[in-house]
């Protein structure tokens, strides 16, 4: 008997979704999203608004110094957790050349490999889960009210309070640093759970900054699960959830509200008639998601967000594309979910991301470790900057644009002539890097150049 993905054979999927024949084959492909919207139609239906991303940005300034306490490398930028925007012109003529398309406008690298703390995007999200806990938990112990400097809350009497708080985590990589530094600094008792073949190097890492390690051999979900019951019957005990949590999101979304000021100190225009291309890799979807969600209430409709997914692993792609979101797997189709882009190997998008979005995403595309590789070599070579494998995502996005049937429908049926590319911008997400331990880096590089 064939087998059934939620009540249908494969090929009835097939016939339904004919994209699904190459997504199966393990094949690059772009798709449009159909239930794309104007914003202003969907932006009252929506669980968030601007105000919640206002919100948490006033919570990370008002932990500014502690952090700039806490971290000596963010004291230039007063404890701030920003990343620059940089302009990638030999990237942008390499891009030209190789994808054979006609990219005007400006590419610009969102620098979040640079982040301070994860040197990755995940740097804003679970640093403000972690922050949000300990204000919560501070405010009901009366550790902290409106006179309190928050810097006391780095005192050593403070880090022992905290110790007897634990946070649980399961990750494969960037999501366990991030919640492992940030909340052992606070003196949470960290327990990151990561299936045993994640690198090396981070479970050391977490290690040594005073995290507890738990590898598990099979089954890493369930594992995953475990920690959330187990949370949700003790009170002092947070379980950080990939696939649900508000808090992760929102943290992720005032990446919006930073580069609005960064574009306009940069003078750099956002309307109808310079618009803004943004390609952001993705896993599970709550970084990318996040900061979709945040650029739209911030760009409404002039900014057009694409999401970026391994062929093995395009997790999102399915969960919009059919609108099962979390009900569907990358598995059921046969693929493996093995990738070089470990920060993106998720299996199973976030249900909550994705009907968040589902309005908003202009597009996905997907993109093979090879691919990856090769831009990994080139953007080192062009522009001496070293990103994780997972990171470079982003760069196919101008030619999925622009030089795909697909894209070029997009751009037409959304009034973008050619004027209005010149005029435009895109911004390349770099989602991760800066942690990756020097021979690592240059062991990529090396890999990079034989492919
Ligand atoms: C986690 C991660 C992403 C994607 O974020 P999700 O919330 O999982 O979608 C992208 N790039 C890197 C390097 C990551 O670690």
């Known amino acids: 008997m064939d087998k ?26 772009i798709w449009l999203n159909p239930k794309h919207e104007a914003f202003a139609n969907i932006m009252n239906q929506l ?5 919640d991303i206002r919100r948490a940005e006033e919570r990370f300034d008002r932990f500014q110094p502690l952090i700039a306490e806490l971290f000596p490398d963010t004291v230039s930028q007063v404890g701030e957790i920003e990343s620059a925007i940089v302009q990638l012109s030999h990237m942008q003529t390499y891009l030209s050349r190789d994808y054979n398309i006609n990219l005007t406008g400006n590419v610009w690298l969102k620098c979040d490999h640079k982040l301070p703390i994860a040197g990755s995007i995940k740097a804003r999200g679970g640093v403000y889960e972690v ?33 007897r708080y634990g946070i649980v985590v399961g990750s494969t990589g960037n999501l366990g640093l991030s919640i492992g530094i940030m909340g052992a600094k ?15 190097w981070k479970k050391e890492k977490l290690r040594s900054e005073g995290a507890t390690v738990v590898e598990h051999e099979e089954d890493f979900s369930r594992a995953v699960s475990e920690g959330r019951k187990a949370a949700a019957i003790n009170p002092e005990l947070h379980f950080v959830d990939d696939e649900w949590s508000y808090d992760l999101f929102v943290g992720y979304a005032v990446a919006a509200l930073r ?9 750099i225009r956002v309307d109808e008639e310079h618009p803004l291309f943004v390609y952001l890799p993705c896993g599970v979807g709550g970084g990318p998601g996040g900061v979709t969600f945040g650029l739209k209430q911030v760009f409404g409709d002039a900014v057009h967000c694409f999401f970026a997914e391994p062929t093995e692993s395009p997790a999102m792609f399915l969960g919009l594309m ?20 470990d920060g993106l190997a998720v299996g199973r998008p976030s249900g909550v991301v994705g009907k968040m979005v589902e309005a908003m995403v202009s597009g996905v595309y997907t993109v093979n470790d090879q691919h990856l590789y090769q831009l990994l070599h080139h953007l080192w070579n062009e522009e001496g900057i070293y990103l994780e494998p997972s990171a470079l995502a982003g760069f196919p996005g101008p030619y999925n644009l622009i030089g795909t049937e697909a894209g070029k429908a997009y751009c037409k049926k959304q009034g973008i002539d050619q004027q209005k590319l010149a005029n435009g911008n895109h911004v390349v997400w770099g989602t991760g890097g800066n942690m990756v331990p020097p021979m690592v880096q240059q062991n990529d590089y090396e890999t990079a150049k034989k492919r």
Not at 186 to 200: C, L, Q, R, T
Not at 322 to 341: C, P, Q, R, Y
């Open 259 to 267: 580069l609005q000021k960064q574009l306009d100190d940069a003078n």
């Open 4 to 29: 059934k993905v939620q009540g249908y054979t494969l090929k009835e999927w097939k016939d339904r979704y004919p994209v699904l024949n190459r997504i199966m084959n393990a094949e690059e492909v």
């Open 47 to 51: 669980d968030l608004t601007h105000e």
């Open 131 to 163: 922050l949000k806990l300990t204000e919560t938990i501070a405010l009901e112990n009366g550790l902290l009210d409106e006179h309190t400097d928050i810097r006391t809350l780095a005192s050593e009497k403070n880090k022992a309070f905290f110790h």
């Open 186 to 200: 606070i003196g949470f008792n960290v327990e990151v759970h990561m299936s045993s073949d994640a690198k090396e």
């Open 322 to 341: 059919t609108g099962l979101h979390e009900k569907i797997a990358v598995g059921d189709f046969g693929l493996s979910n093995k990738t070089a882009a």
